[in-house]
């Protein structure tokens, strides 16, 4: 089965710098990558995603690329803000099977 | 209507209690999960369901028990829990069949403490 791993597990950064957050999954089979954002006590909330068939998207400060052929993809906020803290789960999954999620990465913005 | 509702948003039950945990969606979606998601930790499926069938088991504990009414409900059955299945249990629904077909809109979840 698939299996996705997330690094770091922690990561602190300045206001106003960039974070990069990597995932890299098992399973070729695997055509759609989301990321999700959850803040303490809420829900899981998509922040972006990404299929198979595209290498890099982009929505104002957040970007996912992907690399499919060595199996990699990662999360990236520009101008990071102290409301970007959270935890981010990155997943996998292929089209009738499970979710897989990452085991997430603990994001802390210093003002 | 974006949302997906759970309730009840807290419980408190004792190791020889029954009671469920419910979930619903009018976004018309084909496919419902439950998953159990303790501190610090990413969620894990429990159950999917794909039109209204259960699709995926990951080899949960016969004391959970699901049920889908219907395309707009799920259920989750609790009797006879231990403290360590203390935990926020999430639903979450998709669009068509279980997986890649887009994304999972998630419920508040229910906060579960079992003493």
Redesign the interface.
């Known amino acids: 089965g698939e299996n996705v791993e997330q690094h770091p597990s922690t990561l602190s950064v300045q206001e106003g710098d960039s974070a990069v957050i990597k995932c890299t999954y098992s399973d070729s089979a695997?055509?759609?990558f989301?990321w999700?954002k959850q803040e303490l006590g809420?829900?899981?909330?998509?922040i972006i995603?990404i299929r198979s068939n595209v290498g890099e998207k982009k929505d104002q400060r957040i970007a996912v690329t992907l690399n499919k052929t060595a199996k990699h993809f990662s999360l990236h906020i520009t101008e990071t803000q102290p409301e970007d803290s959270a935890?981010y789960?990155c997943?996998a999954?292929?089209?009738?099977?499970?979710?897989v999620?990452?085991?997430?990465t603990r994001l802390s913005v210093l003002p | 209507d974006t949302e997906v509702t759970q309730t009840p948003k807290h419980l408190v039950m004792g190791m020889t209690n029954k009671k469920s945990l419910k979930c619903e969606q009018h976004m018309g979606h084909r496919a419902m999960y439950w998953y159990k998601q303790k501190a610090k930790k990413p969620p894990e499926l429990m159950f999917v369901y794909s039109y209204e069938k259960l699709s995926i088991n990951e080899s949960v504990p016969s004391r959970f028990s699901p049920e889908c009414p219907n395309s707009s409900l799920l259920n989750l059955h609790l009797h006879a829990l231990q403290p360590e299945d203390s935990a926020l249990y999430l639903c979450a629904s998709s669009a068509g069949g279980a997986g890649g077909s887009g994304e999972l809109f998630f419920g508040e979840g229910s906060r579960l403490t079992v003493l």
């Open positions: 695997s055509n759609y989301p999700y809420k829900r899981p909330q998509l995603d935890v789960f997943a999954t292929t089209y009738g099977q499970n979710f999620f990452g085991p997430g």
